[in-house]
């Protein structure tokens, strides 16, 4: 089970958005409509922003936004906020075997 | 509330067995169906790995490549999730986490604060 690819890095000024992308195959990613994301602080849990592709749990802001096309899933960050600098991390769904896959994670920096 | 923590030793041998707890409140792996709890690692500076998942229901799923290594169980009576890890080696060397999950939610929202172990000799 190969970890999906992200890039390692993404960079954007105060206000700016950002997108991440992840990319699985036809097995995981585009298998399903189960992508999650997760936001990783240094030294801190992951927390969630992201579950089915698209949806955002209750108290995570709504620049933060997910979409998918094929095999590969996207996050975009708009209006990019200092604590959002961190490291995000995708994980699909890959059937009742593999199960879970998580990205290979992307730092992202606020200028 | 959910919580969760993990627990288990910061430091284990090579060749060794490593066993880590998962003590949660807030729910139960006995009395509330379509729960269940999963175990995810972190090496020192790279990526999350998923590793295992218990269900209420004893239903139990693995990582492909570590399933002969791997053993997941539950203790209802504690509240308590178990994972064994056999023949470790420095590069499982990593901090453990375990999360919170639904049946047919395909995410986790209550993680532990995870605990770092260290594979050395």
């Known amino acids: 089970q190969s970890a999906l690819t992200q890039p390692r890095s993404v960079s954007g000024s105060p206000g700016q958005s950002v997108t991440i992308s992840c990319t699985g195959t036809?097995?995981?990613?585009?298998?399903?409509?189960?992508v999650s994301w997760y936001q990783q602080h240094p030294g801190k849990a992951p927390k969630v922003i992201i579950y089915d592709v698209n949806k955002g749990p209750s108290g995570v802001p709504d620049r933060f936004s997910g979409s998918k096309s094929g095999n590969t899933a996207s996050l975009t960050i708009s209006g990019l906020q200092a604590e959002d600098e961190a490291d995000y991390y995708c994980?699909?769904?890959?059937?009742?075997?593999?199960?879970?896959?998580f990205g290979t994670g992307t730092k992202v920096t606020v200028l | 509330q959910i919580t969760l923590k993990e627990s288990g030793p910061t430091l284990v041998k090579p060749t060794q067995t490593l066993t880590l707890t998962c003590t949660f409140s807030?729910?139960?792996?006995?009395?509330?169906?379509?729960?269940?709890v999963g175990w995810i690692r972190q090496p020192p500076g790279k990526a999350l790995e998923w590793l295992a998942l218990i269900y209420w229901n004893d239903d139990k799923r693995y990582r492909p490549s570590l399933r002969s290594r791997l053993t997941i169980t539950k203790d209802t009576s504690k509240n308590q999730v178990v994972l064994t890890m056999t023949s470790v080696d420095p590069v499982d060397t990593a901090t453990y986490y375990c999360?919170?999950?639904?049946?047919?939610?395909?995410?986790?929202?209550?993680w532990g604060q995870g605990t770092l172990v260290t594979v050395s000799s």
């Open positions: 036809s097995s995981d990613v585009g298998g399903y409509n189960h």
């Open positions: 994980c699909s769904y890959a059937g009742s075997y593999t199960f879970d896959v």
């Open positions: 999360a919170h999950r639904r049946d047919f939610d395909y995410w986790y929202v209550y």
């Open positions: 807030g729910f139960s792996l006995s009395t509330t169906s379509g729960v269940g």
